[in-house]
T-cell receptor, first 112, second 113 residues
Framework: KQEVTQIPAALSVPEGENLVLNCSFTDSAIYNLQWFRQDPGKGLTSLLLIQSSQREQTSGRLNASLDKSSGRSTLYIAASQPGDSATYLCAAETYNNNDMRFGAGTRLTVKP | DGGITQSPKYLFRKEGQNVTLSCEQNLNHDAMYWYRQDPGQGLRLIYYSQIVNDFQKGDIAEGYSVSREKKESFPLTVTSAQKNPTAFYLC????????????FGSGTQLSVL
C-alpha cells in the first residue's frame, strides 16, 4: 500500500526566500504525482502534475521534481511571497490503485 | 465557468441521523471521488466512481454510502453507522485514464450536534 510522507509539517520563512518542500512515497510504481495548494477551509487546487515518465514540471515560480527510484518529489518555490502562505499537499497515484494517496501536507507561512 | 460545486458548506448532524452531502460537476468528467480530511492528516478516500451507475469503496467506506445515477452528480450519505463523522469532506473529479489532474470542490464541514 502506497504511503506518502511530507516533512516538515510546518515551515515559516521570510518573504523573498527560496524554499523547498519535500514529499516521499513508498511505492515507486506511480502513474503520476501531483502537488496541491489548500487555503484554510477551502478545497485543493492542483499546482503541478508530473507524469511517471517526466522528471520535473514548472509553472511560474514553482518547480516540481520527481525521482521515482528514490521515492521522492520536491516542490521548489522561488522568491516566496506572503500570498504563498497555505498548506501544500502532494499525492501519488499508483499503477495498482485507481486512487491518489495524499501526504498530510506542509503548512507554509511566508512573513512580510 | 466549469467546476465542482459542493453543498452545503457547513452541515450539522444529530445523533442517529443520516445526512447527504451534494457534489455536482459540469466538467464532463467520468471519474468522481469523495475524500475525508481530518486535522493534521492526509486525505482519505471514501468512495470513487469511474462511470455512471458504478462505484467502488475506498479505504474508509464503512458508515458511508453513495450513488452515481448521473454523470454530473455524486452525492455522499453519512449514515448513523458512522460514529465519528466530524470532518471536512471533499469531492473531486478527473477525466478517465488516471493521468489527469484532480479537480476539487470547496468542501463541506460536517459537525455533530
Amino acid at each position: 500500500k502506497q504511503e506518502v510522507t511530507q516533512i516538515p509539517a510546518a515551515l515559516s520563512v521570510p518573504e523573498g526566500e527560496n524554499l523547498v518542500l519535500n514529499c516521499s512515497f513508498t511505492d515507486s510504481a506511480i502513474y503520476n504525482l501531483q502537488w496541491f495548494r489548500q487555503d484554510p477551509g477551502k478545497g485543493l487546487t492542483s499546482l503541478l502534475l508530473i507524469q511517471s515518465s517526466q522528471r520535473e514540471q514548472t509553472s511560474g515560480r514553482l518547480n516540481a521534481s520527481l525521482d521515482k527510484s528514490s521515492g521522492r518529489s520536491t516542490l521548489y518555490i522561488a522568491a516566496s511571497q506572503p500570498g504563498d502562505s497555505a498548506t501544500y499537499l502532494c499525492a501519488a497515484e499508483t499503477y495498482n490503485n485507481n486512487d491518489m494517496r495524499f501526504g498530510a501536507g506542509t503548512r507554509l507561512t511566508v512573513k512580510p | 465557468d466549469g467546476g465542482i460545486t459542493q453543498s452545503p458548506k457547513y452541515l450539522f448532524r444529530k445523533e442517529g441521523q443520516n445526512v447527504t452531502l451534494s457534489c455536482e460537476q459540469n466538467l464532463n468528467h467520468d471519474a468522481m471521488y469523495w475524500y475525508r480530511q481530518d486535522p493534521g492528516q492526509g486525505l482519505r478516500l471514501i468512495y470513487y466512481s469511474q462511470i455512471v451507475n458504478d462505484f467502488q469503496k475506498g479505504d474508509i467506506a464503512e458508515g458511508y454510502s453513495v450513488s452515481r445515477e448521473k454523470k454530473e452528480s455524486f452525492p455522499l450519505t453519512v449514515t448513523s453507522a458512522q460514529k465519528n463523522p466530524t470532518a471536512f469532506y471533499l469531492c473531486a473529479s478527473s477525466t478517465q485514464g488516471g493521468d489527469e489532474k484532480l479537480f476539487f470542490g470547496s468542501g463541506t464541514q460536517l459537525s455533530v450536534l
